[in-house]
C-alpha cells in the first residue's frame, strides 16, 4: 500500500499534463456552453423579429393592394358618377321634348300664340290711323 500512496503522490508529467488538460477543457466548456446559451437566447430573438418582419412585410403588402383597390373604387365611381350625369341630362331633354310635343303645353301655347297676335292687331289698329291718316 506504501506503493500506492508513493505512487499517488509522485505524479507522473503525463499524469499532471493530463489533470491541467482536463481542468482547462472543464473550464473551456463551461464557457462554450454558456456562449450556446447566449447564442441561442440571441437566435430566438432574432427570429421573433424576423417573424414580425415577415407579418409586417405581410401587412404592407396587403395594405398596397387594398390601397390599389380603393383607387380602381374610386375611379369605377367617378366614371359611374359621369355616366350618370350624362344620363340624367338626356332624361331631362328628353322630358323637356315630350312636354312641349304634348297637349299640355300646345294648348298654352296656341293660347300665347293668339293673345299675342290680337294684341298686336289691336296695337296695329290704333297706330295706323296716326300713321296712315289717309286710310281711315
Known sequence: MS???DHMADPKPWQLVWGSLRTILKEKIGEVEHLVEEKT???E?????????FISVGLKAALALEEERKKEAEIKVIELEARMAKSISK????TVEEFKAS??????NVKFGQQAFIKGLSSM???LPKNFPSLT
Do not use: T
Not at 45 to 53: I, N
Open 45 to 53: 430573438s432574432l427570429q421573433g423579429a424576423l417573424r414580425k418582419e
Open 125 to 127: 289698329r290704333a297706330e
Open 103 to 108: 297637349s299640355e303645353m300646345r294648348n298654352p
Open 91 to 94: 332624361v331631362m331633354i328628353w
Open 3 to 5: 506503493e500506492v500512496v
Open 41 to 43: 437566447v440571441k437566435i
